[in-house]
């Protein structure tokens, strides 16, 4: 029982422990999409850079059809670069063998179908696959690390629940709880807060900033919510039709024009009492009056 406790508690074994550490490095990383290689890009995501250290959280901004997907995918491993190069903890990502990427990245998607019925810890289990091998079932140590990760997220209470009984705030804690099963360096989630409540919405990303301040993952996520990115992110990268115009704290690149330019709405932007920014459309009359 103490080796499986230990287990259930460690931090993942490369992770970064000097405070200047950088974890997660974008450089100078660009992609195309085209039909064939005789065809001109029919969308191409020009040079971005930033950095992420240990237990930050970088959120990537912009509207639709702007690269925050390619981007994600290309830090995943999933996509290689056209040019520039993705590095975790000095490793190139899409380089990595898959079975190790999977120990060192997990990935969040906007949607998780179930391809048969499953309670959630059965659910969270499958976050094991990565450290087993084929035709072997899960051991002790497996099923210890699966159900703390339900407690971290504070889904314990949903172990035996079948997944298709739960709501969607519920179901997005266990899709979290998953992937924190794998013991990942770097935690990336795309849209994580679509389709749920504002209060499901705090709950998730006040878990998540825990979570990074807790077990030191660098975590990324790609959002449309300019206010809970401002108040949770240290970090957010602002793009635009396939270009990064800004990367930095909230509070640098949350500038009034700007957003009104990636955008196209009237906004007011505010600095809370945290010292965070807060963003507010302007209704036309109101647009109006301020000319």
Known sequence: MKSAAKAVIRTPVDVGRGTGEVRLSVEQVSYAYAPNPSQSPVF????????AKPGEIVAILGPNASGKSTLLKLISGALEPLSGRILLNGFVTHALEPRTRAQRIAMVLQESPLLFPARAWEFVLQGRHPYGRS????????????????????????????????????????????????????LLLDEPTLHLDIGAQVDLLDGLRRLAAQNRYTVVVVTHELNLAAEYADQVAL?????????????????????????????????????????????????????
């Open 44 to 51: 191409t995501l020009e040079a971005t850079s930033f950095q």
């Open 135 to 186: 035709l072997r079932f899960e051991n002790h140590e497996d099923v210890a690390i699966a159900r703390n990760a339900l407690a971290q997220v504070g889904a314990e209470h949903l172990s035996d629940r079948w997944m298709d009984q739960i709501s969607g705030g519920e179901k997005q804690r266990i899709i979290l709880a998953r992937a924190l099963a794998q013991q990942p360096l770097l």
């Open 239 to 291: 793009l635009q039709k396939g270009k990064c115009l800004r990367v930095g704290p909230p509070a640098s690149v949350y500038q009034r024009d700007l957003l009104e330019q990636v955008f196209q709405t009237p906004l007011t932007v505010e600095m809370g009492a945290s010292g965070r920014p807060r963003v507010n459309a302007i209704r036309p009359r109101e647009a109006e009056s301020e000319t």
